[in-house]
Structures are given as C-alpha cells and as structure tokens.
Nanobody
Framework: VQLVESGGGLVQPGGSLRLSCAAS????????MSWYRQAPGKERELVAR????????NYADSVKGRFTISRDNAKNTVYLQMNSLKPEDTAVYYC??????????WGQGTQVTVSS
C-alpha cells in the first residue's frame, strides 16, 4: 500500500487549498478513505471520511461547511478541498486507508500552514 499526499502549503486566513492523495497497492474503489490531521502538540484527529463509492461523507464539526472530501476512483485519488481556512487548521494532513483487518496505512503527510 502506498499513499502519497500533495497540495499543502502556506495560505492566508480565508484562503483555499486542495489536497490530493494518490493511492496504490489495494483495491481503491472498494475502500473508504479518510483525511486526518495533526497539529503540533496535539493528537491526530479525523477530518473527513468518504465511502468507497463517494456517496457518503463525514466531517469533523470543526471543518463542516468549509472542507469537502471527494474521490476519483478512475484515478485512485482522494481529495480534500479546504476553503475559508483558519489558523487553527494549521497541521500536517495525512491520507488514511484502513484495511479489513482494521490496520491503518498512512501517507507521509503534507504540511498546511494558515498564517498572514
């Protein structure tokens, strides 16, 4: 399993970023996918999750209405569109795949910094 995130960077408050996660090594189209984040000194937290067909999504309360998770099964890629970014969204964002044995696979992470 390989998960490769991209799209992070430095953005001003109120700005937008789109993260991408390219997946390989498993049957992507049959797998739910998630985005997590970890800020300095804090535990890793679930940001958003999407079912295998993209039909259902779940979000942390802190990002509802601002972030959108989506996927393209033809490209084996999951996205996180982040709008109206706030300084408290600053974190390393990780793509996650949990297999049928509840084993978690993680990407290397991509840094998102929201600052003026």
């Amino acid at each position: 399993v390989q998960l490769v995130e991209s799209g992070g960077g430095l953005v001003q408050p109120g700005g937008s970023l789109r993260l991408s996660c390219a997946a390989s090594g498993f049957t992507f189209s049959r797998s739910a996918m998630s985005w997590y984040r970890q800020a300095p000194g804090k535990e890793r937290e679930l940001v958003a999750r999407v079912t295998s067909d993209g039909g259902n999504t779940n979000y942390a309360d802190s990002v509802k209405g601002r972030f959108t998770i989506s996927r393209d099964n033809a490209k084996n890629t999951v996205y996180l569109q982040m709008n109206s970014l706030k300084p408290e969204d600053t974190a390393v964002y990780y793509c996650n795949h949990r297999n049928i044995f509840s084993y978690d696979f993680w990407g290397q992470g991509t840094q998102v910094t929201v600052s003026s």
